[in-house]
């Protein structure tokens, strides 16, 4: 059974960091790349970020490129997403997901987490 653990949300100021963390088990995880996505209150969910399986690319969105940074261990099967800067906007249940084929480069995933949340205050 693949399950997906989002950890590291929580309540900070505008301009602060936090670092969110995925544990993957139940899967070969360095077979699969992995994707951070949010959803804020009335929006639809939005791609954040996501790494490949080798950890060699990765891909930010524009409204968090030079913020944020992805990164992964698979020895830990776990998947970083350190965010800095933050600010109000950025508000939102955040989530991993991965994917074992080519589709994560069409944003489309697999396995999903249930989710963290992340509140930033102004």
């Known amino acids: 059974q693949v399950q997906l653990v989002e950890s590291g949300g929580g309540l900070v100021q505008a301009g602060g960091s936090l670092r969110l963390s995925c544990a993957a088990s139940?899967?070969?995880?360095?077979?699969?790349?992995v994707g951070w996505f949010r959803q804020a209150p009335g929006k639809e969910r939005e791609f954040v970020a996501a790494i490949a399986w080798s950890g060699g690319s990765t891909f930010y969105s524009d409204s968090v490129k030079g913020r944020f940074t992805i990164s992964r261990d698979n020895a830990k099967n776990t998947v970083s997403l350190q965010m800095n800067n933050l600010k109000p906007e950025d508000t939102a249940v955040y989530y991993c997901a991965a994917e074992g084929g080519s589709n994560w480069l069409r944003y489309e995933y697999t396995y999903w987490g249930q989710g963290t949340q992340v509140t930033v205050s102004s």
């Open positions: 139940g899967l070969t995880f360095s077979g699969y790349a």
